[in-house]
């Protein structure tokens, strides 16, 4: 096999594996609704792009290092959108429900 055959493989299911989190990030991000979103799976999905591209690291792979850290910032900002909608909504469900709180909170 050739030496750089890994290499390739490795970049271009990075490239794949990556760009499929794009979709989602301008999704939520346009239309602001991130109802249907898991954000336990965000968490998981999050934490293990943080552990592959510790992994990547150690064994000194870049494309394993580079896609997984691309990975874990768009997965990253679906989460932060995802934490930032559901508070959001929480707190209007709070002042529809509680209208003190909308004119002192």
Same mark, same amino acid.
């Given at each position: 096999m050739p030496d750089w055959l890994p290499t390739l493989l490795? +970049?271009?299911? /990075?490239?794949? @594996?990556t760009s499929s989190f794009v979709p989602q990030v301008v999704k939520a991000w346009r239309?602001?609704? +991130?109802?249907?979103? @898991?954000?336990?799976m965000y968490m998981v999905t999050v934490t293990a792009f943080v552990l592959w591209s510790a992994y990547g690291f150690l064994i /000194? @792979?870049?494309? *394993? *290092?580079?896609f997984n850290g691309l990975s874990l910032i768009l997965s990253a900002t679906i989460l932060v959108f995802k934490i930032r909608n559901d508070s959001r909504k929480s707190h209007v469900t709070r002042s529809r429900r509680e209208p003190g709180l909308a004119r002192f909170g």
């Open positions: 490795a +970049t271009i299911a /990075g490239i794949l @594996s239309e602001r609704d +991130t109802k249907a979103i @898991s954000k336990h /000194g @792979s870049w494309p *394993m *290092m580079v």
